[in-house]
């Protein structure tokens, strides 16, 4: 018989634990931008930055710790400045390329 399990007892899933290198990084926020939602953008800066080091990524934008974390939560619409002061720390840039080939 199989012993069933509670979704409560389950690990957490962070998706900083599986962002290894710079193509994970790039692939995941690629995945995100296509889904054309500000709010997940933020939540998706916020957990390759802490897959980096958030106190990296905050000397290097030049923005707190303590507002990173609240910039980058999942309910979080960042100014357009922090995202690109954030991409600049991560070594990403964000691409426009045209809707129809």
Do not use: W
């Amino acid at each position: 018989m199989t012993k069933k399990i509670r979704i409560s007892e389950l690990p957490d899933f962070d998706p900083a634990e599986q962002l290894k290198d710079e193509h994970d990084m790039a692939a995941y926020l690629t995945a995100v931008l296509e889904e054309n939602d500000p709010a997940l953008l933020a939540a998706a800066l916020g957990d390759i930055a802490r897959a980096r080091g958030m106190t990296e990524i905050a000397k290097a934008s030049g923005i707190t710790r303590e507002a990173l974390y609240k910039a980058l939560r999942p309910d979080a619409q960042p100014r357009f400045d922090t995202v690109s002061r954030v991409c600049a720390a991560l070594g990403v840039k964000l691409v426009a390329q045209p809707l129809r080939a």
